[in-house]
Nanobody, 122 residues
Framework: QVQLVESGGGSVQAGGSLRLSCVAS????????MAWYRQEPGQEREWVAY???????DIRPSVEGRFTASRDVDRNMVFLQMNSLKPEDTAMYYC????????????????WGQGTQVTVSS
């Protein structure tokens, strides 16, 4: 049984930083694809970052330069470091997993975590 558990969300002021973590069980972060998505109420879930099977990363252009995705294979975890946070980054952030990353923005990942809330105030 695959489980993804996110943590690290919270409330910060604009300009602050947060580091999200996702611990995986039942699936290994390597060589599989791990992803970070976010969703605001009433909005479609959108991709934020992908970590490919080889450790390569893709970051959403609107957050590139502020967000960094990484993984720790030994601890079977992935991370999303978020710096210079803006109010528009406020959302529920989800970790997702699949055997492959596929096209950017796909919503059919078979495995999702329960999410962790990030709230950025101005």
């Amino acid at each position: 049984q695959v489980q993804l558990v996110e943590s690290g969300g919270g409330s910060v002021q604009a300009g602050g930083s947060l580091r999200l973590s996702c611990v995986a069980s039942g699936i290994t972060v390597s060589p599989n694809c791990m992803a970070w998505y976010r969703q605001e109420p009433g909005q479609e879930r959108e991709w934020v970052a992908y970590i490919g099977g080889g450790g390569d990363t893709d970051i959403r252009p609107s957050v590139e330069g502020r967000f960094t995705a990484s993984r720790d294979v030994d601890r079977n975890m992935v991370f999303l470091q978020m710096n210079s946070l803006k109010p528009e980054d406020t959302a529920m952030y989800y970790c997702a997993a699949d055997r492959f990353c596929g096209r950017w923005g796909r919503l059919d990942f078979p495995y999702w975590g329960q999410g962790t809330q990030v709230t950025v105030s101005s």
